[in-house]
């Protein structure tokens, strides 16, 4: 069965400092992986995917994950912080095997970003 | 190009009184979901379906039914609303599995 696990309910950094966002996934078979971004009161916003090509996958806004197999991890960083990066974010998980295509969410992480 | 579309926005219900909340894609996608989303808890999978005239149940069902009686519209009805069925419901389309999901802007909806 898939899962995923977001190590950090909160994390909080100052601006213009690296960003390091923790997700692990448990998946039968070769998942498809992404990051959502989702602003107070707003919908949610593809950031970044990751889907059996380059385990390191560049997206919008300067944030960046890898995929590293051997841990089953997809962190998500960033360089330099900023102010409008304040929101919560979501890792998902996607079996490629199950049929249904279905997206399982991590419980999220609530990014604070301090002046 | 709307994207996915959902109706209404906001929504007070009493405890016991039915709605539907409508979702609409107009990207031809083949599988559509619903979820719920609680503090804490990320989003919850309702209900989903992998096309026309399908439909499948998700981690927390109870309580909600769906349809989808045309490829660009999932239908989610609540029968009887409980106060735990306040939350935010989003719906989501995906066209292949290697593909990312398009959300809706969501459903506040509370129960009293």
């Known amino acids: 069965a898939q899962s995923v696990t977001q190590l950090d309910s909160h994390v909080s950094v100052s601006e213009g400092t690296p960003v390091l966002l923790r997700c692990n996934y448990s998946s039968s078979y070769s998942p498809s992986l992404f990051w959502y971004v989702q602003h107070p009161n707003k919908g949610l916003q593809l950031l970044l995917k990751?889907?059996?090509?380059?385990?390191l996958v560049k997206g919008i806004n300067g944030f960046e994950a890898e995929f590293k197999k051997s841990e089953t991890s997809f962190h998500l960083t960033k360089p330099s912080a900023h102010m409008s990066d304040a929101a919560e974010y979501f890792c998902v998980v996607s079996d490629t095997m199950d049929s249904s295509y279905k997206l399982i969410f991590g419980s999220g992480t609530r990014l604070l970003v301090r002046p | 190009n709307a994207g996915v579309t959902q109706t209404p926005k906001f929504r007070v219900l009493k405890t016991g009184q039915s709605m539907t909340l409508l979702c609409a894609q107009d990207?031809?996608?083949?599988?559509m979901y619903w979820y719920r989303q609680d503090p804490g808890m990320g989003l919850r999978l309702i209900h989903y379906s992998v096309g026309e005239g399908t439909t499948a149940k998700g981690e927390v069902p109870d309580g909600y039914n769906v349809s989808r009686l045309k490829k660009q519209n999932f239908l989610l009805g609540l029968e009887s609303a409980a106060p735990s069925q306040t939350s935010v419901y989003f719906c989501?389309?995906?066209?292949?599995?290697?593909?990312?999901?398009?959300f809706g802007q969501g459903t506040r909806l509370t129960v009293v």
């Open positions: 990207m031809n996608h083949e599988y």
């Open positions: 990751y889907t059996s090509a380059a385990t």
């Open positions: 989501a389309s995906r066209r292949l599995m290697n593909t990312e999901a398009f």
